[in-house]
Structures are given as C-alpha cells and as structure tokens.
Nanobody, 120 residues
Framework: QVQLVESGGGLVQPGGSLRLSCVAS????????MTWYRQGPGKERELVAS????????NYADSVKGRFTISRDNAKKSVYLQIDSLKPGDTAVYYC?????????????WGQGTQVTVSS
C-alpha cells in the first residue's frame, strides 16, 4: 500500500533552518508529482510547495517563496523541503502528499506529518 513517511521536524529558533524529508513506498514514485502542505495551530491546511514527477517544475506559496526549496530524488523515492529563515508563523505540522486519478476514481495520500516549531 502507499506510504508516505515524513521526518526532520523539530524546534528551531527564528532565522534557523530545517530540512524535511518524505520517503515514499507502494507506488512508482517517479511518475507522480509530490506536494508539501502545512497546518498551523488554528489554521486550515495550506499548500506550501509542489514538484513535478521528474523535478523540472516547482511551485511555491507566496508566503514561502525565497525561503523554502522543494526537491526530490527519484532513486531514493524521496522528496525534501529545505526551510530557511524560519519565522514563528512557519510553526505547523508539515505533510507530504501525492495522488492520482484512475478512471472515475481519485486517490489522495498523506503522511502522518512532522511538527515544526519556530520559537526563541
């Protein structure tokens, strides 16, 4: 079955950096785009960044442009999110996501999330 396992979260001071990882299994990783979302306390889940199947196209939320970098290694079935210049507003649970359609059915998969807390 499809599994997405995130790691790399933690407590970091403002201005610090983290690198989140998501390891995928149970599907042909190189065929599908991958996306990072986050959900802060009391907030709705929001798209942070996405990357195409072969990594040639990336997309970022305006709030993270210039600070976050999404990348992937298809040989390792992994997608990464480098987070720099962290702000308290970046505090959230970060989720890895993928999905696809098969005929009339849509499939959507999520990891369990990794907590990022930005605080001094």
């Amino acid at each position: 079955q499809v599994q997405l396992v995130e790691s790399g979260g933690g407590l970091v001071q403002p201005g610090g950096s983290l690198r989140l990882s998501c390891v995928a299994s149970g599907f042909i990783f190189s065929r599908y785009a991958m996306t990072w979302y986050r959900q802060g306390p009391g907030k709705e889940r929001e798209l942070v960044a996405s990357i195409s199947s072969l990594g040639g196209r990336t997309n970022y939320a305006d709030s993270v442009k210039g600070r976050f970098t999404i990348s992937r290694d298809n040989a390792k079935k992994s997608v990464y999110l480098q987070i720099d210049s962290l702000k308290p507003g970046d505090t959230a649970v970060y989720y890895c996501n993928t999905g696809w359609a098969r005929g009339p059915h849509e499939y959507d998969y999520w990891g369990q999330g990794t907590q990022v807390t930005v605080s001094s």
